[in-house]
């Protein structure tokens, strides 16, 4: 009983020595090492990737927290408006405040109307991501990765109980031939005879430890290995994450685009209030100009519309309004084309203003006594 205390290591004990470096370490296989790296690189980065495609797509974390309890409890999660549905619910009330037949308050109601159809296409987007992108990688992440990491912490006890017994083994075998060679006449037998059964006893003890650390490096190794298809799968859900995100968009573009066109049949809605920062509906405001050093843009057409008002008026009969006529720098050379036009050099200062029905792309400038039709398309808005 003596000796077999002396013997004895315990799995933690040899944990504690191993950490302290005073015990020897059995290694895995470079195979084995190799994917467990790579199980944890794909453990670590599909933990990222999940986080923060929840926070693309609800960035509120109440409302993630929210989520994540109904989830656990097993419950529908309730209908959540997106913020551009209360956005645009939000204008249509405020339109009705204004009065509807107001230009503000109709376009309030055209515009939030458009919201509304833009947050149901995102709401749309976070269901379709959630269900084919969000949802694989919580599978792996709390499914196939905890089986993982349950084999690899039995791995890891099958290692040290197999360390544990290489060390009591090398204990009996260092006690055993110690005894052999300084014999005691009186007590030579029966000290030999335990130091031989403690020694047998290790051997055996540790070919089962080896029998189990073999059998469950293999469970790990086959585990680990599935790690290429689960690549394959994420990949598969990472293209359809990628082909809702761009229908998101393509939709919310379009939506955009009939907005645009809804709002370009009421052109003199912003005649009333000329301190807008908008002078002219359409898709070319002024702050939106050409990089310095781009070719300047393709002239237009100065010819208007059989309906322009500026045809049946002379340029030198334009007045400016009393409020809202604005600088802007010229960014291109222009030409006149006719004498209803302005000619315009790069870089120089002009006074601009709109006048009620003009052409959107078109604008009255000034410079000392000169006037004519400028293109918004070469000048770069200032105040």
Not at 94 to 107: D, R, V
């Amino acid at each position: 009983m003596h000796f077999k205390l002396i013997l004895s290591v315990s799995p933690s004990e040899q944990y504690t020595e191993e950490k302290l470096g005073q015990a020897e370490k059995t290694e895995l296989d470079a195979h084995l090492e190799n994917l467990l790296a790579r199980g944890d690189c794909t453990k670590n980065w599909t933990e990222k990737i999940f986080r923060q495609t929840e926070i693309l797509l609800q960035p509120n974390p109440s409302a993630r927290i929210e989520e994540f309890l109904y989830e656990k409890l097993e419950k529908k999660i309730p209908l959540r408006i997106t913020n551009a549905e209360v956005l645009g619910q939000y204008m249509q009330d405020a339109a009705k405040e204004f009065g509807p037949s107001t230009p503000y308050g109709s376009t309030l109601i055209t515009v939030g109307e458009y919201q509304k159809r833009i947050g149901a296409v995102e709401r749309e987007f976070i269901h379709a991501s959630a269900v084919g992108f969000l949802n694989p990688l919580r599978n792996f992440l709390e499914g196939d990765w905890r089986i993982i990491s349950k084999e690899r912490r039995l791995l890891e006890n099958y290692r040290l109980d197999l360390d544990a017994c290489k060390a009591r083994l090398k204990k009996a075998k260092l006690a055993e031939a110690k005894a052999a060679a300084t014999p005691d006449f009186q007590e030579t037998r029966p000290r030999n005879y335990v130091l031989s059964a403690s020694a047998s006893a290790a051997e055996q003890e540790l070919r089962v430890a080896q029998t189990d650390f073999d059998r469950q490096s293999e469970v790990t190794r086959l585990l680990l290995e599935g790690i290429n298809s689960t690549h394959v799968n994420h990949l598969r859900c990472l293209h359809e994450f990628v082909k809702a995100q761009a229908a998101y968009f393509a939709q919310c573009a379009v939506h955009m685009q009939d907005l645009q066109k809804e709002l370009s049949r009421f052109p003199n809605a912003f005649v009333g209030n000329p301190s807008m920062s908008v002078i002219a509906p359409g898709p070319s405001p002024l702050s939106t100009a050409a990089p310095p050093g781009t070719s300047p843009p393709g002239r237009t057409s100065a010819s208007p519309g059989p309906l322009d008002p500026v045809v049946t008026l002379k340029i030198g009969e334009v007045k400016p309004p009393a409020t809202g006529t604005r600088k802007a720098k010229v960014l291109y050379d222009y030409e006149a084309a006719d004498v209803s036009e302005l000619s315009l050099l790069a870089d120089e200062l002009i006074t601009v203003y709109t006048v009620p029905g003009m052409d959107p792309d078109w604008l009255i400038g000034e410079r000392g006594n000169q006037k004519g039709k400028v293109p918004v398309t070469y000048l770069e808005l200032l105040s």
